[in-house]
């Protein structure tokens, strides 16, 4: 299908707009005007099935939402037009406020625009303008989470999750969650049974326990502690994954990982802290988390996880063919 790519953005003497029509780029200067006019673009807003919003503001001003305003007249215009529900894939990368409602109106609106049964490929990525202290976050719709012909879900940002009745997604192979708002890691995972390929970037208070789903193939998990007194359960047991990538500086109340022996690539910035200061559960953990590495062919250590992990590297990597080792990954 045709794909349209919209950014707004700003300009040392004003905003500048553009759209993006496969590998044509037409001006949109006078785009709000003329969309509810000429028959051509009446067709191409009704017809398009690949949206791509981006609003890209200078984040040292205050004056967002007079932007916002802009953007949103457009996007509203546009997505009023269409009479059928066939949009495939929808990406938005916007700021988020909750001084006023219209932020949560837009977003509901385009997002309900979004949702239907041609779905494929959805990632709303909300950011913070510098100017407000206090960040808020926008809840996401549930439909999001039923829409069963999904195969690609991206949620960044500012966001939350709220009272999930249920996840029902048949489809989805590729999932990235990194965002503010708390996580039902296992209500998420449980209805999703062809995930593959998993990002996750979460901190302690918003996702204390992870068990990550086992059809996976690659995954890639990034997690930063709030206090030192937060600890997190991660489970992992994923006998189809070839991909590891896992950052991970908390204390940890539990540590499950095994069937991993069909990993080829690893990265791994492991360094577990304690609650009690115990360095010997640090040693055990990052021991285990090796032994479950023993068939990995590449392998990407941080300094200070090779340093604990050293002593059992030359008794259980069988099958390394190449070893680095870095400050930082």
Same mark, same amino acid.
């Given at each position: 299908g045709l794909e349209a790519k919209v950014r707004l953005f700003r300009r040392k003497y004003g905003l500048a707009r553009r759209l993006w029509l496969g590998? @044509?780029?037409l001006n949109l200067t006078r785009a709000i005007d003329v969309q509810h006019g000429k028959d051509w673009? @009446?067709?191409?807003?009704?017809?398009?099935?690949?949206?791509?919003?981006?609003?890209?503001? =200078?984040?040292?001003?205050?004056?967002? =939402?007079?932007?916002?305003?802009?953007f949103a007249a457009f996007v509203s215009g546009v997505l009023a037009q269409r009479r059928v529900r066939d949009i495939r894939k929808f990406h938005l990368f916007c700021s988020y406020s909750d001084k006023t409602s219209f932020h949560e109106r837009s977003l509901n609106n385009w997002l309900l625009a979004?949702?239907?049964?041609?779905?494929?490929?959805? =990632?709303?990525?909300?950011?913070?303008? /510098?100017?407000i202290s206090m960040y808020s976050c926008y809840t996401v719709p549930?439909?999001?989470?039923?829409c069963r012909s999904l195969a690609s879900l991206t949620l960044d940002g500012l966001l939350r999750l709220e009272n999930l009745p249920s996840v029902d997604l048949p489809a989805l192979k590729t999932l990235t969650l990194s965002i503010k708002g708390t996580v039902p890691m296992d209500m998420i995972f449980s209805g999703c049974p062809v995930l593959e390929d998993l990002f996750l970037e979460f901190n302690v208070r918003n996702a204390p326990k992870i068990i990550v789903s086992n059809s996976l193939k690659r995954l890639s998990v990034s997690c930063g502690s709030i206090t030192l007194f937060d600890e997190v359960?991660?489970?992992?047991?994923a006998p189809a994954l070839e991909y590891l990538s896992f950052k991970c500086y908390v204390s940890l109340s539990r540590f499950t990982i095994k069937n991993l022996h069909n990993v080829v690539e690893a990265h791994i910035d492991?360094?577990?802290? /304690?609650?009690?200061?115990?360095?010997?559960? @640090?040693?055990v953990y990052i021991h285990r988390l090796l032994n479950a590495l023993c068939r990995a062919k590449l392998l990407f250590l941080d300094s200070i996880t090779m340093e604990v992990g050293y002593s059992i590297l030359t008794n259980i990597l069988v099958d390394l063919q190449l070893l680095i080792v870095g400050s930082f990954l």
């Open positions: 590998s @044509r780029k673009w @009446r067709h191409l807003w009704q017809h398009l099935q690949h949206f791509d919003l981006v609003l890209e503001e =200078d984040l040292d001003q205050c004056d967002d =939402d007079e932007y916002f305003t802009r979004a949702i239907g049964p041609q779905l494929q490929d959805l =990632d709303l990525s909300l950011y913070m303008n /510098s100017c549930r439909g999001i989470f039923s359960e991660v489970e992992i047991d492991f360094c577990p802290s /304690s609650v009690q200061g115990d360095k010997d559960n @640090r040693v």
